[in-house]
């Protein structure tokens, strides 16, 4: 099968923010207890926190990294997360139905964002608390000092402020399975109410707007809608969350829906303006896409694990080789959304839905999902490119016209590179792929590299990486009449980064 691409120096579609590469640590399973935080472990530094993990998270060089929740914030005191370790409360966590120690929080999150050099995205409770609560948590991180919350701060040993940018409105406020979920109408009014009080306390902090769950929720569009119209002035970013789930074995469709992705990015976008022009407004509330990944391999162990355990296993997807296919083609969709899409977390970072695993006492792995992610963190920096692809489409059980080709491409000027992403979504057939990248002079192709398994069912463990990158060669880049001609040929099911050097 044959494809074309053409990128132009001109033809931007904006610049990727850097948080676009941010990722999810919930109290939830094992992503903080025996994940990030192991105290004992030989690995663990003198604040319990797992090296090896740390080294893992840190060559995926994730941005920023949202906390607590997720589901368990709708039902979290914070307050119970600082202080003295030994007189934090062991409460029950009715979303996760779990136990919940307390011995780790706020600060000692904070210690380890600054530790795998992340950026804190914080979420506050707006299921069991409100607006009170909220304003109090931007005082304790945020104000430097002088006041009671800030003081508290300091008296639990950390001085200067934690200075968090961004703080998230809740989370999933539509779902029936919120911890006291609301209609549309209550969440954006306590939405409204928190968001004004929290940004009294610190103006210089940007808010997420809670949208839809999925694009599949019966009030998806109302909801926006009606949040939007009462929060817009004082919201920055509305939230977008979308798994998907692959339990037919049917991967044409299955990749396919990225499709999904973007027409959901597109929809969301354009409710954002109508209230925008309804509003009269100057202002653009930008999308924050805060839970995006593959999730379903767990949903049935999870069904036997005892109730009120203490970080137990939950959400332990062991991802496939076609999971890895799925992940790229989300981050592409991303990328070609940069314009509107500002942030986006990988949901989540470690044991839960990740793609670093850890084994108690034992080792920190690789998933499959790992590497697509790690491409594009690693050279998806800089100016979105506009990438018009000429192949063949499909159709599938959900999905009409899925190109056989996802592409996106980036260009960074300080590094004097052009890197390109592609899904080859032919299960069957190696595409050769022409580009045609015009507008930057000479150009020389750097590496090739791709990800693919004969087997879409491969899978990585602790012991052995079935799934990880080769460097192809074979690829020809020529320089002809002020434009460059890259040749190079996808292999069958394959992630692709092609990096190109501007001379
Ligand atoms: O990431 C797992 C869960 O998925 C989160 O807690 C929730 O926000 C979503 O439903």
Redesign the pocket.
């Known amino acids: 099968m044959k494809a074309n691409i053409t990128l132009h120096k001109e033809f931007s579609i904006g610049e990727t923010d850097k948080r676009l590469y941010g990722s ?1 640590i ?1 109290h ?1 399973g094992r992503a903080v207890y025996t994940g990030i935080y192991e105290p004992g472990h030989p690995k663990a530094d003198s604040e319990g926190f797992r090296n090896d993990v740390a080294a893992l998270v840190k060559e995926l060089d994730v941005s920023v990294i949202r906390y607590p ?4 914030v709708s039902g979290y005191n914070w307050e119970d997360g600082t202080g003295p370790k030994e007189l934090r409360p062991v409460r029950l966590d009715l ?2 139905a779990t136990k919940e120690s307390n011995s780790f929080g706020t600060n000692e999150f904070a210690a380890w964002t600054k530790k795998v050099n992340a950026e804190m995205m914080m979420a506050v409770n707006l299921g069991t608390r409100g607006p009170q609560e909220a304003r109090n948590f931007v005082e304790y991180c945020n104000f430097p000092g002088g006041t009671y919350w800030s003081d508290l701060r300091r008296k639990h040993g950390v001085n200067d402020p934690h200075r968090i940018k961004l703080w998230c409105l809740g ?2 406020m539509d ?1 029936p ?1 919120q911890i006291c979920g609301r209609t549309a109408e209550e969440y954006g009014r306590i939405a409204l109410e928190a968001a004004k009080v929290m940004k009294w306390t610190d103006p210089s902090i940007e808010l997420v707007a809670c949208g839809s ?1 999925h694009m599949r929720m019966p009030t998806f569009g109302d909801w926006e809608k009606t949040v939007l119209e009462h929060v817009y002035d004082h919201a920055d970013y509305v939230s977008l ?1 979308m ?1 998907l789930a692959n339990h037919e074995n049917d991967i044409p469709n299955f990749l396919g829906r990225s499709l999904e992705m973007d027409n959901f990015i597109k929809t969301v976008a354009g409710i954002c303006d109508l209230v925008k022009v309804k509003k009269n407004s100057r202002k653009t509330v930008n999308l924050s896409f805060d ?1 995006w ?1 593959v ?1 379903y391999h767990s949903n049935n162990a999870d069904r036997k694990i005892e109730k009120w355990s203490e970080a137990p296993p939950l ?1 332990e997807d062991i991802y496939t080789m076609a999971d890895a296919l799925a992940a790229g083609c989300l981050l592409i969709t991303l990328l070609k959304n940069a314009d509107r899409v500002k942030i986006a977390c990988l ?2 970072l470690v044991n ?2 990740a793609p670093v695993m850890t084994e108690k006492s034992g080792s920190a792995w690789r998933q499959t999902i790992f590497y697509p992610f790690m491409d594009a963190s690693g050279f998806g920096r800089g100016t979105a490119l506009r990438c018009p692809v000429t192949v063949d489409k499909y159709d599938s059980r959900e999905f009409c016209d899925v190109p056989y080709i996802e592409a996106a491409g980036v260009h960074n000027r300080e590094k004097n590179e052009i890197n390109i992403f592609t899904v080859n979504r032919n299960l069957g057939e190696a595409v050769n792929l022409d580009a045609q990248i015009a507008g930057f002079g000479n150009i020389s192709l750097v590496e090739h590299r791709a990800l693919y398994n004969n087997d879409l069912q491969a899978c990585n463990s602790a012991s052995e990486e079935k799934v990880k990158p080769k460097v192809l060669s074979g690829g020809r880049c020529e320089n002809r009449s002020g434009s460059a001609f890259l040749e190079i040929a996808l292999p069958p099911a394959s992630w692709n980064l092609v990096r190109l050097k501007i001379l």
Do not use: D, K, T
Not at 69 to 72: C, L, R, S, V
């Open positions: 999810f919930e939830l929740g997720g589901n368990f979303a996760w989370n999933e779902g399975w769950s969350h798994y839970e990944n999730w959400l949901a989540q839960v839905i």
